[in-house]
């Protein structure tokens, strides 16, 4: 059962449909670099709108860094980006669906589905059915659009909405996940909160959440630099700590059953190990091709590959900006991930009370 839409949250979804119309176009199915055709125009408006958040001097202003401002028009920021990483990792997609318990038969939420990658790995791996909750109908449609293509429409479906107002009934999932997507949600409280109210009793929710660790100091400039580096360039209105990603599990109704920094685990590489690739790391020539557009130095590439294009106006006016905020948000991702400052796969599981 869906529920009827409040009025200002249908505007905003309409709004959301319209620029989707503007901006993209017909630029859905197409591949390559015609996949980054925008209208000129308003592709200008959409990321003035958005670098006003992260001026030279925010670091600086209160109000800016804690991510006040930001957290009021979260979902302006989000719309500009797709999926966090380029490409899921199935491993971890699989652990996490083993961890919650997901089965055949099982409905499931994913909130904040991206471009379905997740979603459709784990239909293929439980045989479960799957909705992706999202709040883009860019992303929508290129969810389905490649749902199609891997033949699991049956299986997988997306419904646009906003995670912090879902109209789902209560009681409807019979589980939920959130693969490094609540990140952009205005604060962790709101939407741990819809989905526990959507969930059936007796269900399991886990998600893989960005959040800084025990030795951030937020009175540390440094600190913030590098917290403010990447909320600019994954749009993030702000980062939470540990310990508020676990209050706000247990504030929402959770019974907390588990929680780890997955990237404490041995492991031969760091989790930032793509975006820190050096040459001297290639052991074939997937790894080049893999790893090197990530890299310091395939960024270095893109910084001005994307300004000859923009300068040709075969790419619009501001590409070039957004790559380097990308390059920005890869160096401090590196940068948090080296000195414990962050990590981008804090795994929590928690149940709703059958009670």
């Not at 600019?232 to 508020?244: D, E, H, W, Y």
């Amino acid at each position: 059962m869906i529920l009827d839409i409040p009025t200002d949250e249908q505007r905003k979804l309409e709004q959301d449909a319209a620029l989707c119309k503007q901006l993209h176009g017909t630029s859905v199915s197409a591949q390559g670099l015609f996949a980054m055709r925008k209208d000129f125009k308003t592709h200008k408006v959409v990321l003035d709108n958005y670098f006003k958040y992260f001026g030279k001097d925010v670091a600086e202003d209160d109000e800016m860094c804690t991510g006040d401002r930001r957290q009021e028009e979260y979902s302006t920021m989000v719309k500009l980006y797709d999926e966090p990483f380029l490409q899921a990792i199935a491993r971890h997609e699989h652990y996490l669906a083993h961890r919650i318990g997901i089965k055949e038969d099982m409905t499931v939420l994913d909130a904040g589905c991206g471009l379905g990658g997740p979603a459709r790995e784990i239909a293929k791996f439980t045989d479960a059915t799957i909705t992706g909750l999202n709040n883009s109908d860019y992303q929508i449609q290129k969810a389905t659009h490649y749902t199609k293509q891997a033949g699991l429409a049956h299986k997988v479906s997306f419904v646009k909405g906003n995670f912090v107002q879902m109209d789902f009934a209560d009681n409807t999932f019979d589980a939920a996940y959130a693969i490094e997507a609540t990140l952009h949600a205005p604060t962790l409280d709101a939407v741990y909160s819809e989905i526990f109210r959507v969930l059936k009793p007796g269900a399991v929710f886990g998600v893989y959440e960005w959040l800084l660790t025990d030795k951030f100091d937020e009175n540390n400039p440094e600190h913030r630099r590098v917290s403010l580096g990447i909320q600019q360039g994954n749009g993030i209105a702000k980062l939470f700590t540990v310990s508020q990603g676990l209050s706000a599990m247990k504030r929402a109704g959770f019974e907390l059953i588990h929680h780890e920094n997955l990237a404490h685990r041995p492991a031969v590489a760091p989790w930032y190990h793509p975006l820190s690739f050096s040459i001297r790391d290639v052991r074939s020539l997937s790894d080049i091709v893999t790893y090197a557009p990530m890299s310091s130095w395939g960024r270095t590439v893109t910084h001005y590959m994307t300004r000859t294009l923009e300068a040709a106006r075969i790419l619009p006016r501001g590409t070039q900006a957004v790559a380097d905020s990308l390059s920005l948000a890869g160096d401090s991702l590196v940068e948090g991930g080296q000195k414990d400052l962050f990590t981008p796969m804090y795994l929590m599981l928690g149940r709703k009370s059958t009670q």
